[in-house]
């Protein structure tokens, strides 16, 4: 686990540096500059044993994160102190100033390593909501209590699951919630309905869009942080700037644009809309489906928290769409024609879910990310 103490010590050397302001990424080491092998960094992974040590370009990383392997083969994402500290400033710089943090994700994975982060640049001690148990709404106001009291700017982190934890209680975690300057969601798409629902609450929500490698949250509400780019090529999102990590451990260092696995296009205000991962189309009679777009439209029906879009061979079509449904009410859930009826309307006939079933949770991956692979195994 990843302490406050140790990163302090980590980012050090980023941390007196001026700020970064142009999109250039952090120079990698030359492996004629460093020894063939050194220590590691501070390690966040959510699984395995002891990293190799470092080698070369790789000698730069001050932080190596592993990835879920949700869409493949899990990897270990080297972060410079450089782009987390950047990544950091430019954070609060978007959200009107640095403040305390409210700690409620694992330091396993990049978004609560960069409260951390955040905590550190700002010079405050950030509250930790106790997660031992699963996060709940009433540690969560525990936790937040300090965290409220404090002088200036008070900020925290959440998953789409645990805003509608909280939202739904509407008891002391959404109280405490709702003093928040500011509450980053990010992690995986979130119901437009809990958005809405979420806002109209008074939480100042301020969705975000990034990931290990870009030091996590680089688009916030659509639009990029100062001096991120984000451009699309053949539909895939595509990032620079001074947030990307240095590379993948084992691998090359990354160059000037980081290609990611993501679909995205550009809305009429300008800003970013996430279409889901390219790896998740389903190609049903030649037709392209994004399960993104399924969800949305599931999701946006009474009685329906959230859904999963997953596809399912079939003879004819090579795939068809199946649908997971966590309705509101599992013994009351919503009409299963509705809902087909929704779908076609919304993205057309072809994206129609020919099964449909109702579970009272989505498996999870990672903080707050649904496992698609499991859902679909349990169509089988």
Known sequence: MITLTALRA???????????????????HS??????????PLVAQPEGGPLPALRGWETGAAVAVGTSGSTGTPKVVLLSAE??????????????GPGTWLLALP?????????LVRSVVAGTEPGVTDLSGGF????????????????????TALVPTQLGRLVATEGPGLAALRQFDAVLLG???????????????????????????????????????????VRLVDGRIEVRGPVLALGYQGGEPFGEWFRTGDLGRVRPDGTLEVLGRADDVIISGGEKIAPL???????????????????????????????????????????????????GEAVGRFAVPKRVVFVRELPLRGPGKVDRRAVANSFE
Do not use: K
């Open 187 to 229: 992690g995986a798409a979130t119901p437009h309905a809990l958005l809405e629902r979420a806002r109209r609450l008074g939480v100042r929500v301020v969705t975000t869009y990034g990931m290990s490698e870009t030091s996590g949250g680089c688009v916030y509400d659509g639009l990029p942080l100062d001096g991120v780019h």
């Open 10 to 28: 980590a980012l050090a050397p980023a941390l007196t540096a001026p700020a970064l302001t142009a999109p250039a990424l952090t120079a990698p």
């Open 107 to 115: 330091t396993t994975h990049i978004a609560g390593i960069q409260v």
């Open 293 to 343: 777009q399924v969800e949305r439209a599931l999701a946006a029906q009474a009685g329906v928290r959230e859904a999963c879009a997953v596809p399912l061979a079939d003879p004819e079509w090579g795939h068809v769409v199946a649908a997971a449904v966590v309705p509101e009410d599992f013994g009351n859930p919503p009409d299963e024609a509705a809902l087909r009826a929704a779908v």
């Open 136 to 155: 709940r709404a009433s540690g969560f106001a525990t936790a937040a209590q300090a965290v409220l009291a404090s002088p200036g700017r008070r900020y």
């Open 31 to 40: 492996p004629a500059d460093t020894p063939d092998d050194v220590g590691l």
């Open 83 to 96: 782009a987390l500290v950047t990544s950091a400033r430019l954070t609060h710089e978007r959200l009107g």
